[in-house]
């Protein structure tokens, strides 16, 4: 990532909710480098850099283990394997229930 | 009560199995049949993640598949991978179940190989047979028996009562004079500690591959079982010996992707430096690329210490000596597998394009030094799996032996762990150590500043990388000690976590596997440093050859913040390398006595 000096930048819209705390849903928003990272590597880079509060999962990286789904503009992805793009709705995958942020619990449907 | 300082549920249960993987799935399934109350917990979500198993490719090791194929034949092939520095007992003990877990597999609706009723397995490195060993699966290569395991475990778990406590964080194990009675755990969907008081505990864990910056497996595998067990005074050993696979730097859609392995082991794939040379005939000049794992890894870390790298700071793998029409009929093969697909985003044409390769770790083999019944030394504390790693593999484990080895070390463990709780009353938990613990674990919450993980653990993983991959060195070594001494003494009483938020802070789990990690990474570096010779996967630039003295396990315990490290003699009880030998690869083992134990029914023979 420290090659990823660039001028231009992505805006990130990341959705925030935390159920047993928040009345709604809300988004944060973000200004980062974008150009070949991952969508996986631009959560981490706003977790890392900008804003830890936010929740959102992430382990093999490789497109094996599908815990990392998220909506982005409004298209259900794997975030590590969803090339980051110019302008970005994260938001939780839609079919399942919000535990909190952009982590859903995958037993329980919406 | 427990409840007093901080938020604190409790949880019973005659066997607690930490880590949700293969192994400690195939535990829980033993202990459920046994007939008593299981909890397993793991780090993330149930088949989905915090694990490796799920990232498993396509060979699982079974013996008897052919007729002379026996225990024997297998066990010979393990200990010679292994550089004759195997525990013999437990490979026997091990291997003997595992043509019953294939059954179990084809029972749970896995999906193989078969010709006319029978596996039809394929060769993987290291047999000797050459009908080969590893059954695989049916869709392969556009599945893997990670997809395949993902499939049918949770689907034979649901069957059983088997509690699972996801998204569940073990800090530490929780002791009562020289037993463990439990463990204590950060629940991040509750941002609540959880307490689990239990008869057996069983490790399963995985291996440490987060000390390093590229890995195979999950990122996520941080040694925490391997810590555990060591600060509660367990026995531990090979810590020297880490697997590492050729794996793709570059283009950067590959970056960790084990395709250029695949290619040398299904394409003919060859690898050369930025001279063009042909290097492993340096290491194996009769195998050459398909010799074994660690002499493949070792040969392009020396490369890339010598500079004749590639722009990317590695050697190529090619497949271009081939025919174009191969190249067609293998492409057309495998363009809908997913290293395929990143491939033609990336644009890259494998008739004349080459694929820039490092290597990534792969497999842990220090561990706990369990005995054959997966017994720890310390009572009430099993391990299996990775984290039971201590003795079983040797100095190199043979590949694809690696889900075979848990299951059978599940089935094992889950029926020894359930015994031994059936024999005894719930043990009595002491208040003031979960106290302490929940302390030091919300220490890097309480403090008001200090340094971020992410700010530290970049130029950890890079100096582990570069001192204790290959090639390592006396100076190198020391150099890398005394770095992690500094860690340990100046950045772990320093970490911070900025959101002071307990429900799925990933930062604050971050920074206590950190501290797991700085434990295994001194484990490690102390054996490497002992070990003055090269073998298997220890690699000494500074003593290249192996050492007449070697035929031994390096143990380490860590008693009261002080290491205690010792050797022991290796018993050749079934094998001994033949006269002259030194355990390198194509000795041959001359047979010293049969095994007498129980072994499964072979799968096919006289059916």
């Known amino acids: 990532m420290s090659t990823m000096v660039q001028e231009d930048l992505a805006t990130v819209h990341l959705f925030r909710f935390d159920p047993g705390a928040d009345l709604d849903p809300r988004y944060s928003h973000f200004k980062i480098p974008y150009q070949g990272l991952t969508v996986m590597n631009a959560l981490t880079y706003i977790y890392e850099n900008l804003d830890s509060s936010f929740a959102f999962r992430w382990a093999c990286g490789k497109g094996f283990c599908r815990c990392c789904v998220v909506s982005v503009n409004g298209k259900p992805v794997l975030s590590c394997m969803e090339p980051a793009s110019k302008i970005m709705r994260i938001d939780p995958h839609p079919k399942f229930k919000v535990i909190k942020d952009l982590i859903v619990d995958f037993d329980q449907l919406k | ?607």
Not at chain 2, 140 to 149: I, R
């Open chain 2, 1 to 607: 009560m427990l409840t007093k300082a901080h938020e604190t549920d409790l949880i019973e249960t005659d066997v607690l199995i930490i880590g949700g993987g293969i192994a400690g799935f195939r535990a829980a399934m033993e202990a459920c049949d046994v007939g008593v109350r299981v909890v397993m917990t793991t780090k993330g979500l149930w088949a989905k993640d915090a694990g490796a198993t799920w990232m498993a490719y396509h060979g699982y090791q079974c013996w008897g598949i052919h007729p002379h194929d026996t225990l024997d034949v297998a066990a010979e092939d393990t200990i010679r991978c292994g550089w004759f520095l195997n525990n013999q007992e437990n490979v026997y003990a091990f291997l003997a179940h595992v043509p019953d877990t294939a059954r179990e597999l084809l029972k749970w609706g896995g999906k193989f190989r078969m010709e006319g009723g029978r596996f039809a397995p394929v060769w993987q490195l290291g047999q000797s047979i050459p009908e080969g060993r590893s059954i695989t699966p049916s869709q392969w290569p556009h599945g893997e028996l990670g997809y395949t395991y993902g499939r049918i475990f949770p689907r034979a778990l649901k069957k059983k009562k088997v509690e699972v406590a996801e998204d569940l964080f073990v800090v530490d194990l929780l002791t009562m004079g020289d037993s463990v009675v439990g463990a204590l755990g950060i629940d991040l969907r509750a941002g609540r500690f959880k307490v689990f008081r239990a008869k057996s505990v069983i490790l399963a864990t995985g291996g440490y591959q987060g000390l390093y910056q590229v890995s195979t497996a999950n990122a996520n595998l941080t040694g925490d079982g391997h810590a555990m067990a060591l600060r509660v005074g367990a026995d531990t050993a090979d810590f020297e010996f880490n697997q590492t696979l050729p794996s793709a730097l570059w283009p950067l859609e590959l970056t960790g992707s084990l395709l250029p392995f695949l290619m040398i082991m299904e394409w003919d794939g060859r690898m050369v430096n930025s001279e063009g040379e042909r290097f492993m005939s340096k290491w194996d000049p009769v195998k050459m690329e398909r010799s074994t794992r660690s002499l493949i890894s070792r040969g392009i870390f020396h490369e890339i210490k010598q500079g004749k790298t590639s722009p990317h700071g590695g050697v190529y793998v090619s497949a271009t000596h081939n025919s174009g029409s191969f190249i067609r009929e293998k492409w057309k093969e495998w363009e809908r597998t997913r290293d395929f697909t990143k491939l033609g985003k990336a644009g890259i044409d494998l008739s004349k394009d080459r694929i820039e390769t490092g290597y990534a770790i792969h497999y842990c083999q220090g561990g706990c030094a369990v005995n054959s019944k997966c017994e720890t030394d310390i009572p009430g504390l099993y391990a299996i799996g990775e984290v039971a790693s201590g003795g079983k593999d040797g100095a190199d484990r043979m590949m694809s032996n690696a889900l075979p080895y848990c299951m059978a070390m599940g089935i094992i463990a889950g029926r020894e762990a359930s015994q031994r709780a059936r024999t005894m009353e719930m043990p009595e938990i002491d208040e003031a150590q979960v106290e302490a613990f929940q302390e030091g674990a919300l220490a890097p919450l309480e403090r008001k500043g200090g340094q971020r993980v992410y700010q530290v653990k970049p130029a950890f993983q890079a100096l582990m990388q570069r001192e204790t991959g290959y090639g390592r060195t006396a100076e190198g070594l020391k150099m890398a000690m005394e770095e992690v001494e500094r860690y340990r003494i100046e950045v772990l009483s320093d970490l911070y976590v900025p959101n002071k938020g307990k429900r799925f802070n990933l930062e604050w789990i971050h920074a206590l596997e950190f501290t797991n990690l700085l434990l295994v990474a001194e484990g490690l570096i102390r054996n490497a440093r002992m070990r003055t010779e090269s073998r298997g996967l220890h690699d000494r630039w500074d003593h290249p050859k192996p050492g007449q003295n070697w035929f031994k396990n390096i143990h380490l315990r860590w008693v009261k913040g002080k290491w205690d490290q010792w050797t022991t003699p290796v018993e050749f009880t079934y094998w001994k390398p033949e006269e002259g030998s030194l355990g390198e690869p194509g000795s041959r083992g001359i047979k010293l006595k049969e095994y007498t134990g129980w072994r499964a029914e072979p799968l096919h023979p006289g059916k």
